[in-house]
Protein backbone atom coordinates (compact mmCIF):
# COMPACT_ATOMS: atom_id res chain seq x y z
CA UNK A 1 0.00 0.00 0.00
CA UNK A 2 1.70 3.21 -0.72
CA UNK A 3 1.57 6.50 1.12
CA UNK A 4 -1.46 8.42 -0.39
CA UNK A 5 -3.65 4.80 -0.25
CA UNK A 6 -2.75 4.73 3.15
CA UNK A 7 -3.43 7.84 4.57
CA UNK A 8 -6.78 7.69 2.15
CA UNK A 9 -7.72 4.96 4.67
CA UNK A 10 -6.71 6.70 7.20
CA UNK A 11 -8.99 9.37 6.39
CA UNK A 12 -12.03 6.54 6.43
CA UNK A 13 -11.76 6.19 9.89
CA UNK A 14 -12.66 9.33 10.24
CA UNK A 15 -11.69 12.79 12.88
CA UNK A 16 -10.76 10.65 16.51
CA UNK A 17 -12.56 14.12 17.80
CA UNK A 18 -15.99 13.07 16.20
CA UNK A 19 -16.28 9.49 17.06
CA UNK A 20 -18.33 7.89 19.05
CA UNK A 21 -17.39 8.83 23.14
CA UNK A 22 -16.87 6.66 25.37
CA UNK A 23 -19.55 4.17 26.76
CA UNK A 24 -21.03 5.86 30.22
CA UNK A 25 -19.34 4.38 33.23
CA UNK A 26 -22.09 1.94 35.20
CA UNK A 27 -24.27 3.59 37.59
CA UNK A 28 -23.35 4.07 41.04
CA UNK A 29 -25.95 3.91 43.88
CA UNK A 30 -24.77 7.04 45.36
CA UNK A 31 -25.61 8.79 42.01
CA UNK A 32 -29.20 9.06 43.25
CA UNK A 33 -28.04 11.41 45.82
CA UNK A 34 -24.74 13.65 46.64
CA UNK A 35 -21.56 13.41 48.46
CA UNK A 36 -20.18 16.19 51.28
CA UNK A 37 -16.77 15.75 51.92
CA UNK A 38 -15.68 17.16 55.23
CA UNK A 39 -12.25 18.35 56.76
CA UNK A 40 -11.88 18.67 60.64
CA UNK A 41 -8.97 18.71 63.00
CA UNK A 42 -8.83 16.38 66.41
CA UNK A 43 -6.08 16.61 68.84
CA UNK A 44 -4.57 19.01 66.06
CA UNK A 45 -4.81 16.13 63.45
CA UNK A 46 -6.20 16.72 60.19
CA UNK A 47 -9.63 13.82 60.10
CA UNK A 48 -11.76 13.53 56.73
CA UNK A 49 -15.43 11.78 56.46
CA UNK A 50 -17.92 12.21 53.50
CA UNK A 51 -21.62 12.55 53.86
CA UNK A 52 -24.07 10.66 51.38
CA UNK A 53 -27.43 12.12 51.29
CA UNK A 54 -30.03 10.22 48.79
CA UNK A 55 -32.23 13.29 47.09
CA UNK A 56 -35.27 11.69 48.46
CA UNK A 57 -33.94 12.61 52.11
CA UNK A 58 -32.60 15.90 50.89
CA UNK A 59 -36.18 16.51 50.49
CA UNK A 60 -37.49 15.53 53.36
CA UNK A 61 -34.88 16.87 55.58
CA UNK A 62 -35.20 20.55 53.45
CA UNK A 63 -38.81 20.51 54.87
CA UNK A 64 -38.92 18.62 57.92
CA UNK A 65 -35.35 18.80 59.14
CA UNK A 66 -33.24 16.00 61.00
CA UNK A 67 -35.70 15.07 63.93
CA UNK A 68 -36.39 11.37 63.20
CA UNK A 69 -33.87 10.87 60.29
CA UNK A 70 -32.01 7.71 59.98
CA UNK A 71 -28.11 8.34 60.42
CA UNK A 72 -25.67 5.41 58.92
CA UNK A 73 -22.33 5.39 60.35
CA UNK A 74 -20.03 3.26 58.57
CA UNK A 75 -16.72 1.91 59.34
CA UNK A 76 -14.67 0.96 56.55
CA UNK A 77 -11.97 -2.18 57.06
CA UNK A 78 -8.27 -2.23 57.44
CA UNK A 79 -6.96 -0.59 54.33
CA UNK A 80 -10.47 0.83 52.94
CA UNK A 81 -11.52 4.25 52.96
CA UNK A 82 -14.13 6.23 53.41
CA UNK A 83 -15.32 6.16 49.15
CA UNK A 84 -15.37 2.31 49.47
CA UNK A 85 -17.78 2.86 52.56
CA UNK A 86 -20.21 5.36 50.15
CA UNK A 87 -20.20 3.41 46.57
CA UNK A 88 -16.98 1.12 46.65
CA UNK A 89 -16.78 -2.56 47.89
CA UNK A 90 -19.03 -1.87 50.65
CA UNK A 91 -21.30 0.10 48.80
CA UNK A 92 -23.84 1.77 51.77
CA UNK A 93 -25.08 3.80 49.49
CA UNK A 94 -27.40 1.53 48.43
CA UNK A 95 -28.23 0.88 51.67
CA UNK A 96 -28.81 4.52 52.49
CA UNK A 97 -31.20 4.65 49.36
CA UNK A 98 -33.18 2.07 49.99
CA UNK A 99 -33.72 2.44 54.26
CA UNK A 100 -34.08 6.71 53.71
CA UNK A 101 -31.11 7.29 55.43
CA UNK A 102 -28.35 9.59 56.07
CA UNK A 103 -24.85 7.89 55.24
CA UNK A 104 -22.02 8.96 57.40
CA UNK A 105 -18.39 7.30 56.03
CA UNK A 106 -15.54 7.83 58.27
CA UNK A 107 -11.58 7.96 57.68
CA UNK A 108 -9.22 6.19 59.27
CA UNK A 109 -5.57 7.15 59.57
CA UNK A 110 -2.94 4.63 59.18
CA UNK A 111 -1.99 2.06 61.41
CA UNK A 112 2.06 2.52 62.00
CA UNK A 113 2.13 5.85 61.32
CA UNK A 114 -1.22 8.31 61.86
CA UNK A 115 0.79 11.34 60.51
CA UNK A 116 2.35 9.23 57.36
CA UNK A 117 -0.01 9.24 54.11
CA UNK A 118 -2.27 5.62 53.47
CA UNK A 119 -0.71 2.83 52.10
CA UNK A 120 -2.51 0.14 51.57
CA UNK A 121 0.47 -2.41 51.99
CA UNK A 122 3.23 -0.39 54.22
CA UNK A 123 0.77 1.98 56.38
CA UNK A 124 -3.19 0.78 56.04
CA UNK A 125 -5.88 2.77 57.16
CA UNK A 126 -6.79 0.84 60.72
CA UNK A 127 -9.40 2.18 63.28
CA UNK A 128 -7.40 2.29 66.78
CA UNK A 129 -9.57 0.14 68.99
CA UNK A 130 -7.91 -1.15 72.29
CA UNK A 131 -6.67 -4.49 72.04
CA UNK A 132 -7.04 -3.70 67.80
CA UNK A 133 -2.41 -4.00 66.91
CA UNK A 134 -2.38 -0.90 67.57
CA UNK A 135 0.72 1.14 66.35
CA UNK A 136 2.91 4.57 66.53
CA UNK A 137 1.16 7.25 68.52
CA UNK A 138 -2.42 6.89 69.98
CA UNK A 139 -5.41 7.76 68.08
CA UNK A 140 -8.81 8.72 69.44
CA UNK A 141 -11.40 7.54 67.21
CA UNK A 142 -14.09 7.47 69.41
CA UNK A 143 -13.38 11.33 70.05
CA UNK A 144 -12.97 11.68 66.32
CA UNK A 145 -16.31 10.10 65.64
CA UNK A 146 -18.41 11.81 68.37
CA UNK A 147 -17.20 14.94 66.72
CA UNK A 148 -18.29 14.42 63.78
CA UNK A 149 -21.74 14.74 65.11
CA UNK A 150 -21.89 18.29 65.31
CA UNK A 151 -20.18 18.97 62.44
CA UNK A 152 -22.32 16.55 59.97
CA UNK A 153 -25.27 18.32 61.73
CA UNK A 154 -23.56 21.82 60.75
CA UNK A 155 -23.00 21.12 57.04
CA UNK A 156 -26.24 19.69 56.25
CA UNK A 157 -27.93 22.70 57.99
CA UNK A 158 -25.66 24.52 55.58
CA UNK A 159 -26.40 22.32 52.51
CA UNK A 160 -30.34 21.73 53.24
CA UNK A 161 -31.70 24.06 55.75
CA UNK A 162 -33.07 26.41 53.58
CA UNK A 163 -34.51 29.47 55.54
CA UNK A 164 -35.70 27.76 58.55
CA UNK A 165 -34.15 28.92 62.27
CA UNK A 166 -30.75 26.46 62.85
CA UNK A 167 -33.07 25.01 66.21
CA UNK A 168 -36.01 23.84 63.85
CA UNK A 169 -33.62 21.48 62.11
CA UNK A 170 -32.96 19.21 64.72
CA UNK A 171 -30.02 16.91 65.63
CA UNK A 172 -28.81 13.23 64.62
CA UNK A 173 -30.53 11.21 67.16
CA UNK A 174 -31.62 8.14 65.13
CA UNK A 175 -28.25 6.07 64.63
CA UNK A 176 -27.23 2.94 63.16
CA UNK A 177 -23.56 1.43 62.78
CA UNK A 178 -22.40 -0.77 60.25
CA UNK A 179 -18.97 -1.85 60.72
CA UNK A 180 -16.40 -4.20 58.19
CA UNK A 181 -13.92 -6.03 59.74
CA UNK A 182 -11.91 -3.78 61.31
CA UNK A 183 -14.63 -0.96 61.46
CA UNK A 184 -16.96 -3.59 62.98
CA UNK A 185 -14.77 -3.27 66.29
CA UNK A 186 -15.26 -0.09 66.84
CA UNK A 187 -19.05 0.01 65.62
CA UNK A 188 -19.51 -2.73 68.75
CA UNK A 189 -16.71 -0.34 70.79
CA UNK A 190 -19.32 2.36 70.54
CA UNK A 191 -22.47 1.03 70.86
CA UNK A 192 -22.40 -1.60 73.53
CA UNK A 193 -19.74 0.56 75.93
CA UNK A 194 -21.51 3.42 77.79
CA UNK A 195 -18.09 5.64 77.77
CA UNK A 196 -18.18 5.52 73.92
CA UNK A 197 -21.79 6.75 73.35
CA UNK A 198 -21.93 9.14 71.04
CA UNK A 199 -23.36 12.40 72.75
CA UNK A 200 -25.08 13.11 75.51
CA UNK A 201 -28.83 12.55 74.34
CA UNK A 202 -28.51 10.03 71.25
CA UNK A 203 -29.24 7.01 71.31
CA UNK A 204 -28.32 3.85 69.14
CA UNK A 205 -32.10 3.44 68.21
CA UNK A 206 -31.94 1.22 65.17
CA UNK A 207 -28.89 -1.36 66.20
CA UNK A 208 -25.63 -2.17 65.88
CA UNK A 209 -25.21 -4.15 62.72
CA UNK A 210 -21.71 -6.04 62.50
CA UNK A 211 -20.76 -7.55 60.03
CA UNK A 212 -16.99 -9.72 59.46
CA UNK A 213 -14.95 -11.85 61.70
CA UNK A 214 -13.19 -9.36 63.83
CA UNK A 215 -12.93 -10.14 67.44
CA UNK A 216 -15.68 -8.70 69.81
CA UNK A 217 -14.28 -8.04 73.41
CA UNK A 218 -16.74 -5.47 74.41
CA UNK A 219 -15.36 -4.03 77.69
CA UNK A 220 -15.55 -7.08 80.18
CA UNK A 221 -16.43 -4.60 83.41
CA UNK A 222 -18.43 -1.92 82.44
CA UNK A 223 -22.45 -1.91 82.28
CA UNK A 224 -23.85 -2.89 79.42
CA UNK A 225 -25.80 -1.10 76.90
CA UNK A 226 -29.18 -1.92 75.88
CA UNK A 227 -28.97 -1.55 71.90
CA UNK A 228 -32.95 -1.45 70.69
CA UNK A 229 -33.00 -3.03 66.38
CA UNK A 230 -31.52 -6.06 64.89
CA UNK A 231 -27.64 -6.72 65.54
CA UNK A 232 -26.92 -8.18 61.78
CA UNK A 233 -23.40 -10.32 62.13
CA UNK A 234 -22.20 -12.34 58.78
CA UNK A 235 -19.64 -14.36 58.80
CA UNK A 236 -17.82 -15.97 55.40
CA UNK A 237 -16.84 -19.86 55.99
CA UNK A 238 -14.33 -19.27 53.60
CA UNK A 239 -12.62 -16.62 55.45
CA UNK A 240 -8.82 -17.26 55.30
CA UNK A 241 -8.07 -14.39 58.25
CA UNK A 242 -10.07 -16.23 60.68
CA UNK A 243 -9.22 -19.70 59.61
CA UNK A 244 -5.50 -18.11 60.45
CA UNK A 245 -6.39 -16.48 63.63
CA UNK A 246 -7.87 -19.95 64.56
CA UNK A 247 -4.71 -22.14 63.32
CA UNK A 248 -2.38 -19.37 65.42
CA UNK A 249 -4.96 -19.51 68.95
CA UNK A 250 -5.80 -23.43 69.14
CA UNK A 251 -2.86 -25.57 68.48
CA UNK A 252 -5.01 -28.39 68.13
CA UNK A 253 -6.85 -26.40 65.13
CA UNK A 254 -4.02 -26.76 62.18
CA UNK A 255 -3.42 -30.54 63.35
CA UNK A 256 -7.29 -31.77 63.29
CA UNK A 257 -8.24 -30.15 60.22
CA UNK A 258 -4.88 -32.03 58.31
CA UNK A 259 -6.22 -35.23 60.09
CA UNK A 260 -9.21 -34.65 58.63
CA UNK A 261 -8.15 -33.27 54.96
CA UNK A 262 -6.51 -36.67 53.54
CA UNK A 263 -4.23 -34.75 51.74
CA UNK A 264 -1.99 -36.72 49.30
CA UNK A 265 1.63 -37.12 49.59
CA UNK A 266 2.58 -33.89 47.07
CA UNK A 267 -0.37 -31.95 48.64
CA UNK A 268 1.58 -32.47 52.15
CA UNK A 269 4.80 -31.00 50.62
CA UNK A 270 2.94 -28.05 49.04
CA UNK A 271 1.60 -26.98 52.21
CA UNK A 272 4.81 -27.89 53.90
CA UNK A 273 6.34 -25.51 51.93
CA UNK A 274 3.72 -22.39 52.48
CA UNK A 275 5.42 -19.35 53.89
CA UNK A 276 2.87 -16.74 55.75
CA UNK A 277 -0.26 -18.03 57.78
CA UNK A 278 -2.08 -16.48 55.46
CA UNK A 279 -1.05 -19.11 52.79
CA UNK A 280 -1.71 -21.94 54.95
CA UNK A 281 -5.10 -20.49 55.74
CA UNK A 282 -6.05 -20.40 52.13
CA UNK A 283 -4.59 -23.80 51.61
CA UNK A 284 -6.85 -24.95 54.06
CA UNK A 285 -9.78 -23.51 52.89
CA UNK A 286 -9.54 -25.47 49.49
CA UNK A 287 -8.84 -28.33 51.12
CA UNK A 288 -11.18 -29.23 53.45
CA UNK A 289 -11.91 -32.71 53.05
CA UNK A 290 -15.33 -34.68 53.61
CA UNK A 291 -18.02 -33.20 55.33
CA UNK A 292 -19.76 -34.77 58.47
CA UNK A 293 -23.19 -36.07 56.92
CA UNK A 294 -25.08 -35.53 60.30
CA UNK A 295 -23.82 -31.36 59.99
CA UNK A 296 -23.35 -31.16 56.36
CA UNK A 297 -19.61 -29.43 57.70
CA UNK A 298 -16.18 -30.10 57.30
CA UNK A 299 -14.11 -30.11 60.43
CA UNK A 300 -12.63 -26.57 59.33
CA UNK A 301 -16.07 -25.51 58.76
CA UNK A 302 -17.16 -26.92 62.46
CA UNK A 303 -14.54 -24.97 64.11
CA UNK A 304 -15.18 -21.84 62.41
CA UNK A 305 -18.93 -22.38 63.24
CA UNK A 306 -17.82 -22.36 66.91
CA UNK A 307 -15.81 -19.55 66.58
CA UNK A 308 -18.45 -17.32 65.08
CA UNK A 309 -20.83 -18.88 67.85
CA UNK A 310 -18.73 -17.48 70.52
CA UNK A 311 -18.23 -14.32 69.04
CA UNK A 312 -22.21 -13.75 68.89
CA UNK A 313 -22.34 -15.01 72.38
CA UNK A 314 -19.67 -12.63 74.02
CA UNK A 315 -21.29 -9.76 72.06
CA UNK A 316 -24.31 -10.53 73.85
CA UNK A 317 -22.87 -11.07 77.16
CA UNK A 318 -21.47 -7.63 76.86
CA UNK A 319 -24.90 -6.43 76.53
CA UNK A 320 -26.05 -7.98 79.58
CA UNK A 321 -27.36 -11.23 78.02
CA UNK A 322 -26.44 -14.76 78.53
CA UNK A 323 -26.88 -17.05 75.20
CA UNK A 324 -26.54 -20.94 75.64
CA UNK A 325 -24.43 -22.90 72.49
CA UNK A 326 -27.98 -25.02 72.19
CA UNK A 327 -29.91 -21.95 72.07
CA UNK A 328 -27.77 -20.52 68.94
CA UNK A 329 -27.45 -23.64 67.60
CA UNK A 330 -31.35 -24.40 67.72
CA UNK A 331 -31.82 -21.06 66.21
CA UNK A 332 -29.38 -21.70 63.00
CA UNK A 333 -30.92 -23.14 60.51
CA UNK A 334 -29.74 -24.34 56.44
CA UNK A 335 -30.48 -22.05 53.31
CA UNK A 336 -28.99 -22.41 49.74
CA UNK A 337 -26.42 -20.18 51.01
CA UNK A 338 -25.15 -21.39 54.10
CA UNK A 339 -27.09 -21.12 57.28
CA UNK A 340 -28.97 -18.44 59.17
CA UNK A 341 -30.55 -17.68 63.02
CA UNK A 342 -32.57 -15.20 64.47
CA UNK A 343 -32.23 -15.04 68.32
CA UNK A 344 -34.30 -12.42 70.30
CA UNK A 345 -33.09 -12.59 73.90
CA UNK A 346 -34.17 -11.06 77.36
CA UNK A 347 -31.92 -11.31 80.69
CA UNK A 348 -33.68 -12.99 83.69
CA UNK A 349 -34.52 -10.15 84.99
CA UNK A 350 -35.90 -8.55 82.06
CA UNK A 351 -33.66 -5.33 82.26
CA UNK A 352 -31.44 -6.14 79.15
CA UNK A 353 -32.38 -7.66 75.68
CA UNK A 354 -30.73 -8.36 72.18
CA UNK A 355 -31.86 -9.01 69.12
CA UNK A 356 -29.38 -10.63 66.89
CA UNK A 357 -29.30 -11.84 63.43
CA UNK A 358 -26.69 -14.27 62.49
CA UNK A 359 -25.75 -15.30 58.79
CA UNK A 360 -23.01 -17.59 58.27
CA UNK A 361 -22.44 -17.61 54.57
CA UNK A 362 -20.47 -20.87 52.79
CA UNK A 363 -19.18 -19.32 49.98
CA UNK A 364 -17.96 -16.21 51.12
CA UNK A 365 -15.06 -14.80 52.52
CA UNK A 366 -13.87 -12.32 55.01
CA UNK A 367 -15.56 -9.33 53.22
CA UNK A 368 -18.25 -9.54 50.65
CA UNK A 369 -17.83 -6.72 47.96
CA UNK A 370 -21.14 -6.70 47.01
CA UNK A 371 -20.79 -6.78 43.36
CA UNK A 372 -23.25 -8.88 41.21
CA UNK A 373 -21.13 -11.30 40.27
CA UNK A 374 -19.78 -12.12 44.49
CA UNK A 375 -24.11 -12.24 44.90
CA UNK A 376 -24.40 -14.68 42.06
CA UNK A 377 -21.67 -16.51 43.38
CA UNK A 378 -22.89 -16.66 47.28
CA UNK A 379 -26.62 -16.33 46.83
CA UNK A 380 -26.06 -13.36 49.22
CA UNK A 381 -26.39 -10.53 49.12
CA UNK A 382 -24.69 -7.86 52.41
CA UNK A 383 -27.09 -4.78 51.80
CA UNK A 384 -30.64 -6.64 51.35
CA UNK A 385 -29.82 -7.52 54.74
CA UNK A 386 -28.61 -4.98 56.17
CA UNK A 387 -31.43 -2.93 54.85
CA UNK A 388 -33.97 -5.10 55.61
CA UNK A 389 -32.18 -5.34 59.03
CA UNK A 390 -32.39 -1.58 59.63
CA UNK A 391 -35.85 -1.11 58.44
CA UNK A 392 -37.40 -3.90 59.88
CA UNK A 393 -39.28 -5.02 57.45
CA UNK A 394 -36.80 -8.47 56.45
CA UNK A 395 -39.12 -11.88 56.87
CA UNK A 396 -37.61 -14.65 57.31
CA UNK A 397 -40.89 -16.40 56.62
CA UNK A 398 -41.75 -15.31 53.03
CA UNK A 399 -38.30 -14.13 51.05
CA UNK A 400 -38.37 -11.75 48.65
CA UNK A 401 -38.33 -12.52 44.85
CA UNK A 402 -35.44 -10.68 44.37
CA UNK A 403 -32.71 -11.77 46.57
CA UNK A 404 -32.48 -11.98 50.39
CA UNK A 405 -32.93 -15.14 52.74
CA UNK A 406 -33.81 -18.29 50.38
CA UNK A 407 -35.21 -21.22 52.02
CA UNK A 408 -33.04 -24.83 50.90
CA UNK A 409 -35.50 -26.72 52.35
CA UNK A 410 -39.29 -25.76 52.16
CA UNK A 411 -39.90 -27.88 55.14
CA UNK A 412 -37.94 -25.38 57.49
CA UNK A 413 -40.07 -22.68 56.93
CA UNK A 414 -42.23 -23.89 60.25
CA UNK A 415 -39.06 -24.34 62.26
CA UNK A 416 -37.44 -21.04 61.12
CA UNK A 417 -40.22 -18.48 61.67
CA UNK A 418 -40.56 -20.03 65.27
CA UNK A 419 -36.61 -19.73 66.15
CA UNK A 420 -37.40 -16.17 64.49
CA UNK A 421 -39.90 -15.31 67.18
CA UNK A 422 -39.09 -16.53 69.94
CA UNK A 423 -38.04 -14.77 72.91
CA UNK A 424 -35.33 -16.82 75.09
CA UNK A 425 -35.77 -16.29 78.64
CA UNK A 426 -32.29 -16.45 79.92
CA UNK A 427 -30.21 -15.59 83.01
CA UNK A 428 -27.36 -12.84 82.97
CA UNK A 429 -25.61 -13.53 86.64
CA UNK A 430 -23.25 -10.60 87.14
CA UNK A 431 -24.65 -8.91 84.47
CA UNK A 432 -27.67 -7.87 85.84
Request: hydrophobic residues 30%; aromatic residues 6%; proline residues 6%.
Amino acid sequence: MGPSAFRQNAQDMGDPRKRDPKPDRPASDADQGQILHRTMTVDGVTRTYDIYVPNSVADKIGKEGLDNTPVIYGFHGTGGNSNSTVQGNINLAKVANETGSILIAPQALGQNDPSSSQDPKTNPSHWHVEGQGQKGPPVDDVKFIKGIQMDAENALYGEFGGGQPREDFGKIDDIKLVGMSNGSVLAADIAANPKTYLRDGTTVSGGAFVTATQEVDLHEGNAPTHIAGEQLFTFGMKDAEATGRLFQSDPNAENDWMDSANLSRKERREYDNLETNDDKAQFALEHQGKADPETGRTVLEGMLYNDYRQRVVSAAAAQGVMISDQDFDAAMQKTEWGTSGHIKATSDDGTHSVDMRIDMVQNMGHESPNKKADVDRTGYDANDRMAGSMSGTLDIGEPPPDGGLRLADPDAKTDIQTAATRTLNLSSPGLG
